[in-house]
């Protein structure tokens, strides 16, 4: 168990819909990371929040959003879904900003759209 | 950009040795992980590498050289367990770039 949770497991929704994951980090972790994981691409990362701030961005979609609230926890919004955002989404932290040295994954959130 | 290369697939036999190469591309350089995934699971973290050489953990040691754009993970007397995919991680520019992994086998 690595103490990052994420909520929910599994997220069965249709296509155009929009749904909002959510995870929490370690205790003391600031920093809060995001990845799509997909049997064609790979995991793939797609925003960082450190502290509440947008650190670093990835390969996000316009249509996907995230934020880190003032208890650190995250949520990453995910709207007009199509066929192909079906994929694992972790959520990952760690203690420091830039510096990381070792980030620790959620159990993710496998997302089917139908 | 940053370009990370990893075989797609191995196969090695319970007890051996197995090494499992990435080449990699990328700006602003800051440090190479691996990771372990078990189908469905989450990535667990394997080991870091941020200057040339050995890093020696148990029956894992991870090697590079920075100068080669050339790692290497090396997994000794391998166990069933072992099956998984490994995942080699480039940090550069504020972000961790993940390889397509590579899917070990370990057959008895």
């Known amino acids: 168990d690595s103490g990052v949770t994420q909520t929910p497991k599994h997220l069965i929704t249709a296509t155009g819909q929009r749904v909002t994951l959510r995870c929490s980090p370690r205790?003391?972790?600031?920093?809060v990371y995001w990845y799509q994981q997909s049997l064609d691409q790979g995991l793939q990362f797609l925003i960082q929040?450190?502290?509440?701030?947008?650190?670093a961005k990835g390969n996000i979609l316009e249509r996907f959003s995230a934020q880190q609230f003032p208890d650190l926890h995250s949520e990453l919004n995910l709207s007009s879904l199509e066929l192909g955002d079906s994929a694992l989404y972790f959520c990952?932290?760690?203690?420091?900003?830039?510096?990381?040295?070792?980030?620790?994954f959620g159990p993710g959130t496998r997302l089917t759209v139908t | 950009g940053q370009n990370i290369d990893q075989p797609t697939e191995m196969t090695a036999t319970e007890g051996a040795i197995v090494q499992i190469n990435c080449t990699y591309q990328?700006?602003?350089?800051?440090?190479l992980f691996w990771y372990q995934q078990h189908a469905g699971e989450a990535p667990t973290f394997l080991s870091y590498?941020?200057?040339?050489g050995l890093e020696e953990k148990g029956r894992f040691s991870s090697f590079l050289s920075r100068s080669k754009g050339y790692s290497y993970l090396l997994l000794k007397e391998l166990q069933m367990k072992d099956s998984a995919s490994y995942l080699c991680?480039?940090?550069?520019?504020?972000?961790?770039?993940f390889g397509q992994g590579t899917e070990l086998s370990v057959k008895p």
């Open positions: 990952a932290s760690s203690a420091r900003d830039r510096d990381t040295y070792e980030q620790y």
């Open positions: 205790s003391g972790d600031l920093s």
């Open positions: 929040y450190y502290n509440g701030e947008e650190r």
């Open positions: 990328t700006s602003g350089f800051n440090g």
């Open positions: 590498n941020v200057l040339d």
């Open positions: 991680a480039v940090r550069g520019g504020g972000k961790l770039i």
